[in-house]
């Protein structure tokens, strides 16, 4: 038996496709949405389906899905994802031995959206993983709450990284993504409103030889995207495995943008989250202090 994790939001199509994809997997699943919307959902009756109140994001509907899940082990999808033939069951052939396992990640193009790199030692996505309680249980937390959506998975895989667990990279599983086309200036904004939170929380914690986005680099970077208003954060359209120099060099050929807007208010948004640290500072050093007990 194994639980398994789906948010939702919005997109009642891609969460149908999602879940016959699992009843397709052959499995004894306890498959519970949380349901994110602020509005009705009707799904079958062995759904079981998790209101909340308000929308409160991502990190708090897992949150919240993993407390009400009955099982030791539990599977994180996302609703935009499809999963291919005996995926699940060879996750849960290899979870017995490590702390978190993890599929292969891939766009209905082909393209690799994870893992690339230096991240197939340990994921940097929540798109899709398992996890079992025990191994939560070495954590301070879940999924930190206050970054609602985006790079609340980085956190996640960073502090597990920092508490040595172990995970697997399992290959033969895999995941297919669609990829939508919707505006991304708020993405924009929390993403660097994350971003930055997460260097803050953070800094000054041993991090020596762990992969992970929060450096200033990383902001730097996003300020880039917004002068070129090159959308970094959608991998279909790019190689990710390039070097940083090849990168650069396609900012200046036709890319994929960012909004369809004037570019200006990117500048706008990256501000905006950097401007959201400055002010709730206070509740950051808290979140970092408690960590670091």
Aim: proline residues 2%; hydrophobic residues 40%.
């Amino acid at each position: 038996m194994i639980s398994i994790i789906i948010p939702y939001l919005s997109g009642f199509k891609e969460l149908k496709n999602c879940i016959a994809s699992i009843n397709k997997q052959k499995i004894m699943s306890e498959i519970i949405v949380v349901n994110d919307s602020g509005k009705e959902l009707i799904l079958n009756d062995e759904i079981n389906i998790i209101n909340n109140n308000n929308t409160m994001g991502a990190a708090y509907s897992r949150n919240i899905g993993f407390k009400k899940s009955s099982s030791e082990t539990v599977l994180f999808i996302d609703k935009d994802t499809v999963f291919q033939t005996n995926c699940i069951n060879n996750l849960l052939k290899k979870i017995n031995y490590f702390d978190i396992v993890f599929p292969k990640i891939v766009y209905e193009n082909g393209r690799v959206m994870h893992p690339v790199g230096k991240e197939k030692v340990f994921p940097q996505i929540s798109t899709c993983f398992m996890i079992t309680k025990n191994s939560v249980n070495k954590l301070d937390e879940l999924f930190d709450e206050n970054y609602k959506i985006y790079l609340e998975d980085a956190d996640l895989f960073l502090r597990a990284r920092i508490a040595c667990l172990k995970s697997l990279y399992v290959s033969d599983a895999v995941v297919v993504h669609t990829v939508k086309k919707y505006y991304n200036g708020k993405r924009f904004y929390l993403e660097n409103k994350n971003l930055l939170y997460g260097i803050i929380k953070f800094s000054g914690i041993n991090k020596k030889n762990i992969y992970h986005p929060f450096h200033f680099h990383s902001l730097f970077k996003n300020f880039i995207c917004a002068v070129f208003n090159f959308d970094k954060f959608d991998w279909s359209h790019y190689n990710r495995s390039l070097n940083n120099y090849k990168k650069f060099k396609l900012l200046f050929r036709k890319h994929k943008r960012i909004i369809d807007k004037n570019r200006l208010i990117l500048f706008f948004y990256f501000f905006k989250g950097i401007s959201w640290n400055v002010v709730n500072i206070r509740k950051i050093m808290h979140k970092k202090n408690s960590f670091q007990k």
